[in-house]
């Protein structure tokens, strides 16, 4: 697919050779906060980032949330990784800290929309969370086949003192998939308020 998406940017699910992308995922990536101390020693904070998945039917009624709360919607086609509590204590491991995979060939039958968005468990401000990156791709938490959006949260300065964002929504036309880039933050503090956020604003 070799897609590398703006914010804004809309595309169809369909790969070079004609066939349908099936399975994406939505990695992760962070590091725990360094503070320095009175005498000149550093210490790490830890960061909780959460992401989140929200499935919702064509009249913008939520169906399903997939989340650290809840590893598997019900249709069984979604799944996450886990909670991620701290972050990369020792730098960037290149290794994505929470991944959430998406098959869109399980999915229930009356699923029109399913977004993508992250919150700060503990209300860290993203410019202060080293190396956040998001990446939405094809293939499996262990194997990058093509990345078609990423997003730079650390260093993009549209994020700076937000604590919850959008990252983008897969949407159903005419019986096919396609994907909207957002990479907008909100003004959410919880999970549940970003699910609202998005099925007023965002489907």
């Known amino acids: 697919m070799a897609i590398n998406l703006e914010k804004g940017q809309r595309i169809n699910l369909e790969k070079s050779n004609g066939t349908k992308l099936q399975n994406i995922c939505v990695g992760i990536n962070w590091g725990a906060i360094e503070k320095k101390g009175f005498f000149g020693g550093v210490s790490k904070e830890a960061v909780d980032l959460d992401g989140s998945c929200a499935v919702y039917d064509e009249n913008k009624n939520v169906l399903d949330v997939v ?16 909670d991620d509590l701290t972050g990369d204590l020792n730098g960037d491991d290149g ?16 699923a029109n929309y399913v977004a993508f968005f992250i919150n700060s468990f503990r209300g860290q401000d993203f410019k202060d969370i080293p190396f956040a990156s998001i990446r939405i791709y094809e293939g499996t938490p262990s194997r990058v086949q093509e990345v078609f959006a990423k997003y730079d949260v650390a260093n993009d300065a549209a994020f700076a003192g937000s604590v919850s964002m959008v990252l983008g929504v897969f949407y159903k036309r005419n019986g096919e998939w396609k994907f909207n880039a957002l990479g907008n933050p909100t003004r959410d503090r919880r999970l549940e308020e970003t699910v609202v956020t998005v099925q007023q604003n965002y489907l």
């Open 67 to 82: 989340s650290f709360q809840k590893l598997m919607s019900n249709d069984q086609a979604i799944r996450h990784s886990g």
């Open 95 to 110: 290794i994505d800290n929470e991944v959430i995979t998406l098959d869109f060939s399980r999915l229930s039958a009356n």
